[in-house]
Structure formats: structure tokens, C-alpha cells
């Protein structure tokens, strides 16, 4: 019984830790490009936008592009560190 708990144990763990890392950076990605689009006005046609990012969105986007990228750097260190 006991290695049936610490199995699932880990099992949750795992689980979770690719949740948060491997679905999880794509969502603040995401995230991050609609940020680029807050307060901006779209074009008649509705295909592009007509005005450009504001401040408040470039802020927002970089914050979660640099999330991101300290999310894959951190992976890169931890499989040469690993390896």
C-alpha cells in the first residue's frame, strides 16, 4: 500500500509540473500576444489593427514573453546540468 501512495505521489507531480510548464507557457505566450492588442482599434475590414500598441500592452506583453523565455532558459540549464 505504501508504494502505491508514494506512486501516485509522484504521479501528481509530474502531472502537475507539466501543466504548469508545458501547458503553461504557451497560455502566458498567448496571453502576451493579446496584451500586444489592449486598447488598440481594429481596421474597417476587421483584419488588422489600425493603431499601434499602447504602452500599457507592450508592458504587459513583455512581461510575459519574459516568462517565457526565462521558462525555456531554465530548461535548457536544467537538461545540460542533468545530462
Known amino acids: 500500500m505504501n508504494l502505491l501512495l508514494e506512486t501516485l505521489d509522484a504521479v501528481w ?6 501543466l504548469v510548464l508545458g501547458v503553461g507557457a504557451p497560455v502566458v505566450f498567448a496571453a502576451g500576444m493579446a496584451a500586444l492588442g489592449i486598447g488598440r482599434t481594429v481596421s474597417d475590414d476587421g483584419e488588422a489593427y489600425a493603431t499601434p500598441a499602447t504602452p500599457t500592452g507592450r508592458v504587459v506583453a513583455g512581461l510575459c514573453f519574459a516568462v517565457v523565455a526565462a521558462l525555456v532558459v531554465g530548461g535548457v540549464v536544467l537538461i545540460v546540468a542533468g545530462g
Open 13 to 18: 507531480r509530474v502531472t502537475l509540473g507539466g
